[in-house]
């Protein structure tokens, strides 16, 4: 099975500040399609997940483009450019290109 | 917009059955890619259960698959979640989830229910 490992767990962050979190997987994610099978969500308090990337690098409907999504076969980044208040919640990394589907423990943003 | 909604029970007996639904709004279930259950334990992150394709296919997580089946009812628009021999492992949140819309020939989960909270309890 596939392991996820986010990092950090806990993410203060000043408003207007950059924020990073990184995913580890511990096999390649790469499909033999050439896409990187990791999508992000986040799950706000008290809502239930919602996507904000998938494909590694490719932004869903309707998500802020502060919201950015990089990586290679088994490192990955979500970067939010400038964070703002409402951005606070879980982020967790997916992935989706074996089963049993898995995500990372998550990561807690939070505003300074 | 595309809806989901669980129902079931809030509590349930050690040993028993969790049986949920998650009913589909404002969309056919047969035009979804695929369907979702993941689970949240109190105070922990989220935990992916299985999921049950348009083709007919199911794949289980493989720490639940003996106790799991995930299954679908096109008459009433919903899918069903059944685990068997429950323990206090399994309280969480459930939530429901479906991949509908997609995007680049690419199919995440785009719509998810508000989640369900069960306890597993005598």
């Known amino acids: 099975d596939i392991v996820m490992t986010q990092s950090p767990l806990s993410l203060p962050v000043t408003p207007g500040e950059p924020a990073s979190i990184s995913c580890r997987s511990s096999?390649?994610?790469?499909?033999?399609?050439?896409?990187?099978?990791v999508d992000w969500y986040v799950q706000r308090p008290g809502q239930s997940p919602q996507v904000l990337i998938y494909?590694?690098?490719n932004r869903a409907s309707g998500v802020p483009d502060r919201f950015s999504g990089s990586g290679s076969g088994t490192d990955f980044t979500l970067k939010i450019s400038r964070v703002e208040a409402e951005d606070v919640g879980v982020y967790y990394c997916?992935?989706?290109?074996?089963?049993?589907?898995?995500f990372g423990q998550g990561t807690k943003l939070e505003i300074k | 917009q595309v809806q989901l909604q669980e129902s079931g029970p809030g509590l349930v007996k050690p040993s028993e059955t969790l049986s949920l639904s998650c009913g589909v709004s404002?969309?056919?279930?047969?035009?979804?890619?695929?369907w979702a259950w993941i689970r949240q334990p109190p105070g922990e992150g989220l935990e992916w259960i299985g999921s049950?394709?348009?083709?007919?296919?199911?794949y289980y997580s493989p720490s639940l698959k003996s106790r799991l089946t995930i299954s679908i009812d096109t008459t009433r628009n919903q899918f069903s979640l059944n685990l068997d021999s429950v323990t206090a492992a399994d309280t969480a949140v459930y939530y429901c989830?479906?991949?509908?819309?997609?995007?680049?020939?690419?199919?995440?989960?785009?719509?998810w229910g508000k989640g369900t909270s069960v306890t597993v309890s005598s």
């Open positions: 997916m992935q989706t290109v074996e089963t049993p589907y898995s």
């Open positions: 049950l394709y348009r083709s007919g296919t199911s």
């Open positions: 989830a479906g991949a509908v819309a997609g995007a680049d020939h690419y199919y995440y989960m785009d719509v």
């Open positions: 494909l590694a690098s």
């Open positions: 096999q390649s994610l790469l499909h033999r399609n050439g896409h990187k099978y």
């Open positions: 404002n969309f056919s279930i047969n035009n979804g890619f695929y």
